[in-house]
């Protein structure tokens, strides 16, 4: 468990016994000792890492290597703040492996939640998300990133659905004004019943409270790299 005690501190008597038992439950995989022993570096309670074995324990029973993967990734995302998970899912499903930037990105989350350095810096430091420069893209590992499509695929919090797919794609939609090319696709919409004029993106609707030349380069950057739906 390097990741949790980085600098050769050996834990506490009463987590020692429980550094093992983690170890354990994460089979070897580099990822996830490194997302769980982050998320664990800083706690000393021992109730915080006997729940954490727990959960870890539960993700054995699921079958299938990547689901068992992303059940033990997604013990670090539910400890996450509610902002913070909005955040990580808007990486995974709409700026990862885009030709958006960070400093775009935070542009976005600074109108849609506020604090967006620390709330990155929180992902960042859980080894969620790569760091990088306000002038790169954003990048994260594969499998979490498709940890967050695959929780960003439901329908959340305020009626959101990051992407569509032919499990999710609203009733109303059918084959003659449902386009195939749409429905094979992951994209990040909106609740279809929120509006009455159309489907934008939460983050596209945010554009106007943005600076011109910032508006300009989020729009363009939209338009090359989604398809917006409309009623």
């Known amino acids: 468990m390097s990741y949790a005690f980085p600098y050769q501190t050996k834990p506490s008597p009463s987590l020692e016994k429980w550094v093992p038992k ?9 990822l996830t000792l490194e997302v769980i ?3 664990l570096k800083t706690k000393v309670s021992e109730s915080i890492w006997m729940q954490c074995f727990q959960a870890l324990d539960e993700a054995e029973d699921v079958v299938g290597l990547d689901k068992k993967l992303w059940a033990q990734l997604k013990v670090s995302y539910d400890r996450l703040g509610s902002q913070e998970k909005e ?3 808007d990486a995974a499903s709409f700026f990862s492996n885009s030709t958006w930037n960070l400093r775009e990105a935070k542009a976005c ?3 849609l939640y ?3 350095d620390i709330q990155w810096q929180t992902l960042v430091d859980l080894s969620l998300v790569y760091d990088v420069i306000e002038e790169e893209n954003i990048q994260m590992h594969e499998q979490l990133r498709s ?5 960003a695929s439901g329908w959340g919090t305020g009626g959101r659905c990051r992407t569509w797919t032919h499990k999710n794609v609203p009733s109303r939609f059918n084959s003659s004004n449902y386009n195939d090319r749409i429905a094979e ?3 990040y919409s ?4 929120s509006s009455s004029t159309g489907m934008g993106t939460h983050i596209e609707r945010l554009v106007g409270n943005l600076s011109p030349s910032i508006i300009a380069n989020i729009r363009t950057k939209l338009s090359n790299t989604w398809f917006l739906l409309s009623l």
């Open 114 to 116: 506020g604090y967006e």
């Open 22 to 30: 983690i170890v354990n439950k994460c089979d070897g995989l580099p």
């Open 185 to 187: 696709g992951q994209f």
């Open 109 to 111: 989350w600074r109108v």
């Open 87 to 89: 955040i990580f899912l």
């Open 190 to 193: 909106n609740d279809p019943g």
């Open 37 to 39: 022993g982050k998320y």
């Open 147 to 151: 940890l967050g499509i695959r929780l």
